[in-house]
């Protein structure tokens, strides 16, 4: 059964798209943390960075390639974004289905843990 990233990714629930390609979505996150919060997905399921097969590895760079053009889309390619993957229960992954987060909008704080 598909995943809702799944879902969003391949249309079958409906949502805004900022970002499209033939493997890489891209949607505006519903609980924001920054000005610009968006949510980088792949079509192809795969629920963590840690399930990806080492021959399907490409999509992580199809995934970085779709963030730089989407920072240059929505004009923040200049001032900077942050990039964040959590994996996993430890990095506080809580939908199963390979994202990427891009904020942007404002400098953002020093890293912390929690
Ligand atoms: P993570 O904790 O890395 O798994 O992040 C999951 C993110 O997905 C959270 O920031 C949620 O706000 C976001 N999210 C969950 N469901 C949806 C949805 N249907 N549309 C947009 N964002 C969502
Ligand atoms: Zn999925």
Redesign the pocket.
């Known amino acids: 059964m598909d995943c809702?990233f799944c879902k969003?990714a391949n249309g079958k629930i409906e949502?805004e798209l900022v970002y499209e390609d033939d493997k890489v979505v891209a949607?505006?996150?519903?609980?924001p943390?920054a000005p610009i919060h968006i949510?980088v997905v792949p079509k192809e399921h795969y629920a963590s960075l840690e399930d990806i097969p080492e021959e399907d590895i490409g999509i992580i760079a199809d995934i970085h390639s779709a963030i730089k053009k989407i920072s240059r889309m929505n004009g923040f390619s200049k001032d900077g974004y942050r990039v964040?993957n959590?994996c996993g229960k430890d990095g506080?992954?809580?939908?199963d289905h390979i994202?990427y987060?891009v904020l942007a909008g404002k400098p953002m704080k020093k890293l912390i843990s929690e």
Request: hydrophobic content about 45%; charged content about 10%.
């Open positions: 809702i969003l949502t949607f505006n996150d519903m609980n943390v949510l964040i959590n506080g992954q809580e939908v994202h987060h």
